[in-house]
């Protein structure tokens, strides 16, 4: 038995968890609290309505206001009046300044394609210290870019997907000419809690502006287009190239990011492989690819230097006979040298996929078997298979319900672009499903990857608003494990294998085909295209050096392959392939419910303080003329302790913040800094010594 004492501390420790994992995603604007107490004399370069409408936006506030009610209206007078009588002017902290600069809008990105942050790595500990500005934002730093590459000579730059998965983007400059391939997002590692996603840094593109002749799309995936809204704003709107399904992608993003802003998209739409485009020096060709989604295309990008063969993402399917459909032979024959960039994510894959026609034979026997609801998670980019699945449906005689914005979304546009065609009485409305029998349903959603607040994991938890797991329910995960998901998705599977007895995945039959080139694969393109120069890129360091050695294992000189870095720039003419020693910037811009900066370090950091010690404020306020306190501190902690068991611990920190202030005589103070750095910096060491935790020490003095 469970004693009431016990239940209680148990309540408690979720309460504080609670507030951490909050904190740690949403405390966004927290750091607001120092700007309203200046560091030092600087001038305002942010409004202080523009500043002030944030801080009002704050949750943080909120819940402070919660708590501190008066203390915090005559914290907020005297702001004002700190402000507008000038006598001590405001300077915002840099991350502030770059989150306004580029947007305060939220671009979208679907909660279901977001990876939950859940479990925490220490990165960087801190006790409350106040935390150095003095970095800058890539928004507004004029860059001193390298200069162009020299006559004849074709420069090559991946800015992203040479060091992960995602933010792919790849800058080719020859003479006065840029094209570039792919404006891709990466997802946030798990130490960067509350970033929505990762964009590339476009530093060396700033004052080259006016040189970019183009941005060549290969497919829809978020991770060769994630990045399209902001930086085509950001670069002035070049000229978009890609197929239709990929140009109705990115003007939908873009009108989720900002309505009105598709109408500046200059579009040249891609009808056929024979087309070719030309941009400055540039040549772009095109060529068949297979991946799982539809209109993905390679590009031949042609100069007078030499030429790339960039397939983008890419896989080969073979039939049961093994034979490819797609031959690459002809790239063989573009004009040399030439440079094979070729996506390299199945470097470590021995053995062939299953086919399409497996796969499909696999689902239509599961579904045609079932005698209750099908549910199938997959991504949404798996337009494919998503209109696979619907015909199969209708040939069942069942119905189909979409659930997830993305997959609306996306089955959305391939609709109006004819690439699917459902009938009108196939699709139903996810909450109409209980209308139907449930053998005769179908429900296709977003959230395989077992994503915290994705349609799967929200039917698994109870929290869906029309659909409950049943036992007779068979649930299809038709995707392969992204890595990093393993955790999130084996606690799904737990979940949903305790309610129904048909969990389908592919470690017991092939329900997903991956759409990545596996070591043959590789092996059998390189064979085909005969490259010059073999340069492996989208992924892990490790999958590069991996294709890279497999190329060398199978007799492609290793003198002419070579594995970049991000930012690395590498050069091809006449003369041969070289690497230069210096790099451009590629570090991390992040984007979160703010807006967009390179600069959030500091704001993660703090994010992972308090979502491992939580935060301890203390409020003192001062008689400016006596230089007596006018009553005793206050004490907040949140994710810390639980106040009520350290009641002591708390009485003693008051204790001592009370010493402190009356022993530094409050009427000789210039301003409040010193004695709240000694705070700080007292109260953390004293926390740290009884409790050993490091929690955000956050001292308020108010001279009254
Ligand atoms: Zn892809």
Known sequence: MVSQDHRDVAVWQNAIVHQRQRWSGEIGIHACFRCMFPQGNGSSNLPSSTLYRSLWKSRFIILFVSRIGETYLNLRSFFMEQTHTGRRQIRPPHH????????????????????????????VRNSGRPLQGGHQNSFRTPHQHTAGPSEGVLRIIPIG????????????????????????????????????????????????????????????????????????????????????????MIKHRMEDYKKGSSKQLKTIEVKGLKDRVALGAFTLGFFQVEHSIMDAIGTIIETPAGSVIHPGDWTMERDANDNTHVHYNQLASVKRPSVLMLESLG?????????????????????????????????????????WVIEAAKQLGKKVALDGYSMKMNIEIASKLGYVKPAKDSIIDVHQTDKHPDDKVVIICTGAQ???????????????????????????????????????????????????????HGDLMDVHVSGHGTRRDIVDMLKQVKPDYFIPVFGNHFFLKEAQRLAVDNNFPGDHTFVPDNGTIMEVGNSGFKVLKEKVPSDYVFVDGLGVSDSQNIVLRDRQVLAEDGMVVVIATV??????????????????????????????????????????????????????????????????????????????????
């Not at 990105?109 to 925490?120: F, V, Y």
């Not at 050993?692 to 001279?703: A, S, W």
């Open 623 to 704: 008689h400016s003329h006596t230089g007596e306190l006018t009553q005793n501190p206050d004490i907040i902690s949140r994710g810390f302790v639980y106040l009520k068991d350290n009641k002591q611990l708390i009485e003693d920190v008051r204790h001592k913040v009370k010493k402190m202030i009356v022993e530094s005589d409050p009427k000789t103070w210039a301003d409040t800094n010193q004695i709240r750095n000694d705070i700080r910096d007292k109260v953390g060491q004293y926390l740290f010594t009884k409790t050993e935790k490091r929690p955000m020490v956050l001292p308020v003095v108010i001279e009254v």
């Open 450 to 504: 077992g994503e915290e607040n994705a349609v799967l994991n929200r039917i698994a938890s109870g929290t869906h608003r029309s659909v409950k797991l049943k036992k007779k329910d068979t649930v299809i995960f038709s995707s392969s494990i992204i890595p990093g998901n393993e955790r999130s998705i084996q606690r799904l599977k737990d979940n949903i294998y305790r309610q129904c007895d048909h969990v389908i």
């Open 347 to 387: 470097a470590l894959k021995e053995g062939r996929h299953a086919t399409n026609e497996e796969m499909y034979n696999n689902i239509l026997e599961v579904m045609s078997k079932a005698k209750g609801r099908v549910i199938i998670a997959t991504f949404s980019s798996q337009v494919e298979r998503v209109k």
């Open 96 to 123: 502030h300044v770059a989150s306004l600069v580029a947007t305060t809008q939220r671009s979208s990105t679907p909660n279901e394609a977001r990876r939950p942050a859940q479990r925490r790595r220490r990165v």
């Open 161 to 248: 997907g040479c060091e992960e998965v995602g933010r792919n983007m790849t800058i080719f400059e020859y003479g006065n000419d840029i094209v570039i391939h792919d404006m891709g997002l990466q997802f946030p590692e798990e130490n960067m809690p509350g970033i929505d996603y990762i964009i590339p840094n476009t530093k060396y593109l700033e004052g080259k502006e006016k040189q970019i002749r183009g941005v060549v799309f290969s497919h829809g995936h978020l991770d060769h287009i994630g990045a399209a809204p902001l930086l085509l704003e950001k670069l002035g709107y070049p000229p978009v190239i890609s197929m239709p399904l990929t140009l109705a």
